[in-house]
């Protein structure tokens, strides 16, 4: 978008906080790209206020909206429609606009199957270890049982979320492979060859030396690894996946691609993969200039 004009389309983010986000620079740079007459703004909204600010949204013709932190499951109760997907995990990151209200969606869910796919990650028949057991890890969880993995062992410092994660995902998609663990049981794990993918807040910046199992045996057993986290660009889970071997990947890619997957149903199009790849690359620059 390079001038707002009356015929500028809106769409926004509600969470709170909602300063620190990247999406306006994404998205933004996304409509630029595209050639797109659409700019993207943030709304910092409090709890007693999401379904009044949904209501006013809609009013006010707004085209998407996305909820981060801490509104993605208050905001349900205010939609038309959801995705099933997202009911199931019971949490919603992209509101898109319908005759009769909005409907809910999860790309971030979306978005890190599109990292997985893109780094020739395959989730069917394999066995995934979550290291996490909070708002992320539970949609991964869905994602990786949806999708066939044989195995899903949720591993967290308090037992009883990972346990409740394990439970809703086996209930819903009536299944037996999700599994909840405390961290320490990592060593009950046999077998090699497992996707670990790092959900915890551990690691992320200022606390870059963090990371919730440093025990070189527990990543000799992986085959790959994934941190949501992409500030630092390098957390320490990567390096001690990388220190055994093993190839990691941050969660840049999915914090674009859940961006992607919002932007594509708001606007009923296909985002060209050299446009995604444009953006990917201001991203990466955006985050280094901040360091
Ligand atoms: P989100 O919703 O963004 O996924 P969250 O709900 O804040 O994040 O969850 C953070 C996760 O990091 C939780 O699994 C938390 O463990 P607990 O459930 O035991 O709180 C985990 N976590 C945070 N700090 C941790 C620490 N110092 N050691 C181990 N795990 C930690």
């Not at 769409?11 to 740079?29: K, R």
């Not at 790309?107 to 990650?121: K, V």
């Not at 591993?155 to 998609?173: G, M």
């Not at 090699?192 to 990543?219: A, M």
Request: charged share 20%.
């Amino acid at each position: 978008m390079s001038r707002i004009k009356g015929t500028t389309r809106v769409c926004g983010l509600i969470g709170n906080p909602v300063e620190h986000s990247m999406s306006p620079f994404i998205h933004n740079n996304l409509a630029k790209l595209c050639g797109l007459d659409l700019a993207y703004v943030t709304f910092k909204v409090e709890a007693d206020d999401v379904k009044e600010a949904i209501g006013g949204a809609y009013v006010l013709n707004v085209l998407g909206m996305n909820v981060t932190v801490p509104h993605k499951q208050a905001v349900i109760e205010t939609l038309c429609d959801i995705d099933p997907l997202a009911n199931a995990i019971g949490a919603v990151n992209t509101l898109v606009r319908t005759n009769d209200g909005y409907k809910g969606y999860n790309t971030d869910i979306l978005g890190l199957h599109r990292e997985l796919i893109d780094a020739d990650i395959s989730l069917k028949d394999s066995k995934v270890i979550i290291l996490g057991a909070g708002g992320a890890s539970r949609a991964i969880a869905f994602l990786c049982a949806r999708e066939g993995a044989s195995e899903v062992h949720i591993l967290n410092r308090t037992v009883e979320k990972a346990q409740i994660i394990a439970t809703d995902v086996n209930t819903h998609l009536n299944t037996k492979v999700a599994d909840g663990m405390a961290l320490a049981d990592h060593v009950k794990l046999n077998g090699s060859e497992y996707i670990v993918i790092q959900t915890s807040s551990v690691g992320l910046y200022p606390h870059v030396d963090d990371v919730v199992i440093e025990d070189d045996s527990f990543y000799k057993k992986a085959k790959v690894g994934v941190d949501i986290i992409y500030n630092p660009a390098e957390t320490k889970f990567m390096k001690c996946m990388k220190a055994n071997g093993k190839e990691a990947y941050n969660g840049l890619k999915m914090l674009l691609y859940q961006a992607v997957s919002a932007f594509e149903l708001w606007n009923d199009m296909h985002v060209d993969e050299n446009v995604i790849q444009q953006v990917y690359q201001l991203m990466q620059e955006e985050l280094t200039s901040h360091e």
